[in-house]
């Protein structure tokens, strides 16, 4: 059965499923997935009410693999080095993507009730259309929208504690809070793009972030304007944005799919929609189940620490996912490379 859940949310009854953006300012309620390659899925739903998320069978996941292993993840961050000294970009996010067998009796509904017990986010979404499942358990906004006002809390600077956090992470935020600003400023009234919240910190279950936020009023269009205008995410790109994924694209060895796209929701009735940046998540694809973990890279970026931080960034979600208390260490759980 077709669904999606948000925002505690239960929407069934699929009545409209489309890749067109310009139906999300048509009517109805709408779940959102855009791959980090441009690719939307937009479903409409006849039935939106409050629930519980649904339950569903799940089972473990096979054994890890990884798209980038540690030796070829560290290699990457310094080619990103060398370009940044060479003047290419200041800052781009390399990301690897990890694989496991998917056991055929698995729902994407169970595992998406394990995310909100086990890993709650507040963007967090389960969404399951004719050709894709997702569920994800985001903490980044990437765009909500009410009316005009239109707004985006990018991440940058990660931790397993407070004490953990640099003055390199203050630095990307801050270039990354830039390149949203230029990228709202595309679509937004003349002086209405402004900076309520700078390098805030937030907790999350098993890390903490520097969040920011970026809000204007839209001087026309609607949401394809507006997602032209901003995508991908600044904050899984990097500076120049299209400097940085024309060098992505040569060092990172398959799509990144949902991971590092939007996944959330529009009410078109309403004018309103929150649609995350697509971390902490995870994808069915092919008899795989997908999840997707990176750092932003800039000069001062140590190669281990980086390859240390997507292990961190995944390794509670995979903890969930295997329903198991095993430690951070991903290496110790076979995330061997493809």
Same mark, same amino acid.
């Given at each position: 059965?077709?669904?999606?859940?948000?925002?505690?949310?239960?929407?069934?009854?699929?009545?409209?499923?489309?890749?067109?953006?310009?139906?999300?300012?048509?009517?109805?309620?709408?779940?959102?997935?855009?791959?980090?390659?441009?690719?939307?899925?937009?479903?409409?739903?006849?039935?939106?009410?409050?629930?519980?998320?649904?339950?569903?069978?799940?089972?473990?996941?096979?054994?890890?693999?990884?798209?980038?292993?540690?030796? @070829?993840?560290?290699?990457?961050?310094?080619?990103?080095?060398?370009?940044?000294?060479?003047?290419?970009?200041?800052?781009?996010?390399?990301?690897?993507?990890?694989?496991?067998?998917?056991?055929?009796?698995? %729902?994407?509904?169970?595992?998406?009730?394990?995310?909100?017990?086990?890993?709650?986010?507040?963007?967090?979404?389960?969404?399951?259309?004719?050709?894709?499942?997702?569920?994800?358990? %985001?903490?980044?906004?990437?765009?909500?929208?009410?009316?005009?006002?239109?707004?985006?809390?990018?991440?940058?600077?990660?931790?397993?504690?407070?004490?953990?956090?640099?003055?390199?992470?203050?630095?990307?935020?801050?270039?990354?809070?830039?390149?949203?600003?230029?990228?709202?400023?595309?679509?937004?009234?003349?002086?209405?793009?402004?900076?309520?919240?700078?390098?805030?910190?937030?907790?999350?279950?098993?890390?903490?972030?520097?969040?920011?936020?970026?809000?204007?009023?839209?001087?026309?269009?609607?949401?394809?304007?507006?997602?032209?205008?901003?995508?991908?995410?600044?904050?899984?790109?990097?500076?120049?944005?299209?400097?940085?994924?024309?060098?992505?694209?040569?060092?990172?060895?398959?799509?990144?799919?949902?991971?590092?796209?939007?996944?959330?929701?529009?009410?078109?009735? @309403?004018?309103?929609?929150?649609?995350?940046?697509?971390?902490? %998540?995870?994808?069915?694809?092919?008899?795989?189940?997908?999840?997707?973990?990176?750092?932003?890279?800039?000069?001062?970026?140590?190669?281990?620490?980086?390859?240390?931080?997507?292990?961190?960034?995944?390794?509670?979600?995979?903890?969930?996912?295997?329903?198991?208390?095993?430690?951070?260490?991903?290496?110790?759980?076979?995330?061997?490379? %493809?």
């Amino acid at each position: 059965m077709s669904f999606a859940y948000a925002g505690g949310l239960l929407a069934t009854g699929l009545v409209d499923l489309t890749n067109d953006l310009g139906a999300l300012d048509s009517q109805g309620w709408w779940a959102v997935v855009v791959t980090y390659e441009g690719k939307a899925t937009c479903a409409r739903f006849e039935s939106v009410r409050p629930a519980e998320h649904p339950g569903g069978v799940w089972a473990r996941p096979g054994e890890w693999s990884s798209s980038l292993d540690e030796a @070829a993840y560290m290699a990457g961050v310094e080619r990103i080095r060398s370009a940044i000294a060479d003047g290419v970009v200041y800052q781009a996010n390399l990301c690897r993507v990890l694989s496991a067998e998917l056991p055929g009796e698995s %729902s994407i509904a169970g595992l998406g009730a394990r995310l909100a017990t086990g890993n709650p986010a507040p963007y967090s979404m389960t969404m399951k259309v004719p050709g894709l499942e997702v569920a994800c358990a %985001s903490p980044e906004l990437y765009l909500s929208r009410d009316g005009d006002v239109v707004e985006s809390r990018p991440i940058k600077g990660t931790a397993k504690t407070v004490d953990g956090l640099t003055a390199k992470d203050d630095a990307e935020n801050v270039m990354i809070v830039d390149l949203v600003r230029n990228d709202l400023g595309r679509v937004a009234e003349v002086g209405s793009v402004e900076v309520p919240g700078l390098c805030e910190l937030e907790e999350h279950p098993g890390l903490v972030h520097l969040v920011s936020t970026v809000r204007a009023r839209m001087a026309g269009g609607g949401w394809p304007e507006l997602i032209a205008a901003t995508f991908p995410p600044g904050s899984v790109t990097g500076a120049p944005k299209a400097s940085a994924l024309d060098l992505l694209e040569v060092l990172e060895p398959v799509p990144r799919g949902p991971y590092c796209g939007a996944i959330g929701w529009v009410d078109a009735d @309403a004018g309103r929609g929150a649609l995350a940046v697509g971390i902490r %998540s995870f994808w069915a694809e092919n008899g795989l189940l997908r999840f997707g973990t990176g750092a932003g890279i800039t000069w001062g970026s140590d190669p281990l620490r980086e390859w240390r931080e997507t292990e961190l960034k995944a390794a509670r979600l995979l903890e969930v996912a295997s329903g198991d208390g095993a430690g951070p260490d991903l290496a110790e759980r076979g995330t061997r490379r %493809s």
